[in-house]
């Protein structure tokens, strides 16, 4: 019998509608059926032509939704992930999660009322950057005395045509702000390290962006053998994503934004060609194999929460 999957989106923002598409991709290319539908609220825009026709039912949150999902994708902002995962846990076998998991730390995971048998997964896409690989299993880690990991963007042009004040990213009380807006860091460093013995944070809001949240995050973290420093923010004029990587041979820059690993004392440049959607692609592609019980759940609500953790309150 051939399988088909029932999806549920709740939340279609930018990176609801990339999801949706890449859904679409990988069960298209694997020759799986499926239906998608999509829970939202009254006042939600249009979708695009092409987004409708993925699109098999609209529900709105106060008609009665179906209860027999294979998999529910939670896309809408940070602040109401915990409620949402809560209401609907009883109607989905499965969920994606869009990172962060919860905007605070002091939440109770027992009241989600959440299955034994299911599968909650948390969004980690820069783990399935080629560059994030190449550094995870090409790379002696044992060997690196100090890192440095920084991303640094312009806040205002992250989202073309909407006014960054009215997103998320933008207050506090939503989930915003650098710290956990840009918990992406965090979770590919703990993917490759672990977690660190002692963490230090310093936050606030240095720049002229008429936001409430932090704009600059800066962290201090010890490690058994190495100290790692990390620095968020939301004003730099040009994008910088990258880990930077000190041994006793070699500095290896880790370059997220431009795909490519350098090796400064040799002089070497490994290039990968690979855009954004190319690794959330592999993460879409990477959740059915979960929960078709080819891989391991490597980013569960557990461990998302601890990462958030450190992100939040550096807590180990």
Not at 55 to 63: D, F, R, T
Not at 123 to 137: E, G, H, M, W
Request: aromatic share 10%; proline share 2%; with cysteine.
């Amino acid at each position: 019998m051939q399988k088909k999957y029932k999806i549920a989106m709740i939340g279609l923002g930018s990176i609801g509608k990339r999801h949706l598409r890449n859904i679409s991709m990988v069960l298209g290319s694997r020759g799986i059926k499926y239906s998608i539908d999509l829970i939202r609220r009254k006042n939600s825009v249009d979708l695009e032509e092409d987004l409708k026709q993925s699109v098999s039912n609209i529900y709105i949150e106060c008609e009665n939704i179906p209860n027999d999902y294979d998999v529910i994708f939670i896309t809408n902002p940070t602040h109401l992930h915990y409620d949402t995962i809560r209401k609907y846990s009883d109607k989905a076998k499965n969920m994606f999660i869009e990172k962060p998991v919860f905007d605070k730390i002091s939440v109770s995971i027992s009241k989600l009322s959440l299955n034994t048998d299911s599968i909650y997964y948390v969004a980690c896409p820069l783990r399935y950057t080629r560059v994030i690989q190449y550094v995870k299993n090409e790379i002696d880690l044992d060997s690196v005395y100090s890192s440095r990991a920084i991303c640094s963007s312009y806040l205002p042009d992250w989202r073309p045509g909407l006014d960054y004040r009215k997103t998320y990213s933008a207050h506090l009380n939503q989930g915003g702000g650098a710290s956990i807006d840009l918990i992406h860091e965090w979770d590919y460093m703990m993917y490759l390290f672990g977690n660190p013995k002692k963490v230090m944070n310093y936050r606030g809001k240095f720049s002229k962006l008429e936001i409430d949240s932090d704009d600059l995050s800066i962290y201090i973290a010890e490690y058994e053998n190495m100290l790692s420093e990390m620095h968020l923010d939301y004003f730099g004029r040009k994008i910088v994503r990258e880990l930077q990587l000190f041994t006793e041979e070699e500095t290896i820059i880790a370059d997220i934004a431009n795909s490519e690993i350098r090796f400064l004392k040799e002089g070497r440049v490994i290039k990968f060609d690979e855009d954004r959607n190319s690794y959330q692609l592999k993460e879409i592609e990477n959740f059915f194999d979960i929960i078709e019980g080819k891989k391991n759940n490597e980013n569960n609500i557990i461990i998302a929460l601890n990462t958030l953790k450190i992100a939040k309150e550096g807590i180990l």
